[in-house]
């Protein structure tokens, strides 16, 4: 039961915050419906799909695009070649072929503002502890604080907020338990993370090189078995990689075959078995090693970096390496809403109404406008933050999301511009 009414007719001011696939696709649902929408993001279009961009996606275009979406780039352009419906594109290709034509398109350019991070976003008149009531808050304008490249500082004020800013903002500590290691402070240059174009790009930076990688899930994964591939011609390119053990004391790898129930015929099952054979030590290039986290990260004089790892109670291992790669996830980013009321999920760190459905499983998911409320009227979170630091986010989630929310924003159950625009 809530105290405010979600209901907001257009034209009203919608705020987007972060231009990923979700940020964009709901500029675009929320102009379709007549709301004056300004979608914001720190960097480039959806910068953190490039971070991964020369990796394949696991479901295939028609499953990360939408109705209104191709709509809307046959409407701008009828002549665009859009993708192969059954075609697993590269993060590249999905963000040059479909991402950015459509954060292009007449409906949404104007209110687009890339390089611009928002900073916080309060109300103009309610503060966090006041004892004001939801329909007073919500009668209350959102103000957005702006820092942009190109205009510096500038404020916008809304009545609708949408927090679509994702949960690759802040590196998973990688430390035991998840906390933080002792580690130099100035280290970017010789630690990073692990979305590295291992066979393109940076392979300057891994070509014989030992490297020391956390993390056991998909981005370690592919990154292990990248380094692999890069030993066969490089020979001095050594990987130690770091998981958790398993209850026998033997490195583990997250299931990451899940993402494959969406594509059949795709090759994460393949990677899961490379991965699984690398974790039994069947690769000279490829070291395993079961740890519960890294204790403290030393820099010696040579440059190269001396890592202690935790392997039981009591128990420490050292290695030393030219770089640390840090595979082990990333979380969403909540300091920019310290003035207002979110609730969050303690186990996930996701909005609360969101985590129950978030962790049922992909094809089960039912998102309703009413799971997609915080305790912050009229503040939404949706895409992948809304799973907080819990993998397994689709796109078709996203889409539902959207669909759901302006449902409730509309006070209309049965809108549905999807299915509008097939019709
Ligand atoms: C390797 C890989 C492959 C994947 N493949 C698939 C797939 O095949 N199918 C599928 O359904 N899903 C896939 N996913 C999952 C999903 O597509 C991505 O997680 C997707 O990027 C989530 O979109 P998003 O819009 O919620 O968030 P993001 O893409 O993370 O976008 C968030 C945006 O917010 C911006 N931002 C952050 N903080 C601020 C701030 N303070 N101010 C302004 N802007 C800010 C960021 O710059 C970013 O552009 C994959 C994920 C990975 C990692």
Not at 154 to 177: C, E, K, M, Y
Not at 283 to 296: D, H, K, L, T
Request: one cysteine or more.
């Amino acid at each position: 039961m809530i105290d405010w009414d979600p209901e907001i007719d257009s034209p009203a001011a919608v705020v987007v915050v972060g231009a990923g696939p979700i940020g964009i696709e709901t500029a675009l649902y929320a102009r379709f419906l007549g709301y004056d929408v300004q979608l914001i993001d720190h960097g480039k279009v959806a910068g953190n799909v490039l971070k991964w961009g020369h990796l394949k996606m696991f479901t295939p275009f028609h499953r990360n695009s939408t109705s209104l979406g191709l709509a809307a780039l046959r409407a701008q352009e009828p002549d665009l070649k859009l993708p192969d419906p059954n075609a697993y594109l590269t993060g590249q290709q999905y963000v040059n072929e479909y991402l950015v034509p459509l954060a292009k398109t007449d409906l949404i350019y104007d209110g687009v503002h890339v390089h611009s991070r928002v900073v916080s976003i309060s109300r103009v008149q309610s503060q966090r502890d006041d004892a004001s009531s939801g329909d007073e808050r919500g009668g209350d304008e959102f103000r957005i604080l702006v820092d942009s490249k190109s205009r510096g500082p500038w404020t916008a004020r809304a009545d609708i907020v949408i927090d679509t800013t994702g949960n690759f903002s802040l590196p998973r500590g990688i430390a035991p338990g998840g906390g933080s290691p002792i580690e130099p402070v100035e280290s970017e240059d010789v630690i990073k993370h692990a979305w590295l174009d291992v066979l393109g790009k940076h392979q300057d930076l891994l070509r014989d090189k030992h490297v020391l990688m956390y993390g056991n899930g998909l981005e370690a994964a592919h990154f292990a078995v990248a380094m692999e591939q890069l030993a066969k011609s490089h020979p001095q390119t050594k990987l130690s990689w770091v998981t958790l053990p398993d209850e026998n004391g033997n490195p583990t790898l997250r299931d990451i075959s899940c993402a494959a129930v969406y594509s059949p015929s795709h090759e994460l099952s393949e990677l899961q078995q490379q991965c699984h054979a690398l974790l039994k030590g069947t690769s000279s290039s490829v070291v395993p090693i079961a740890a519960w986290g890294i204790e403290r990260i030393d820099r010696i004089p040579n440059g190269t970096l001396n890592v202690t790892l935790l392997t039981g109670f009591e128990d420490t291992l050292q290695r030393s390496c030219d770089l640390l790669v840090r595979a082990n996830g990333m979380k969403p980013q909540w300091d920019f809403v310290d003035a207002l009321r979110i609730d969050r999920c303690s186990h996930t760190d996701g909005p609360k109404g969101a985590a129950a459905i978030a962790s049922s499983s992909g094809e089960q998911r039912s998102w309703t406008g009413e799971s997609l409320l915080t305790t912050e009227p009229h503040y939404y979170v949706l895409g992948g933050k809304s799973f907080g630091s819990r993998d397994g986010f689709l796109l078709q989630d996203g889409y539902q999301q959207i669909r759901s929310l302006f449902a409730l924003i509309g006070g209309r159950a049965d809108l549905d511009l999807y299915k509008r625009a097939m019709e």
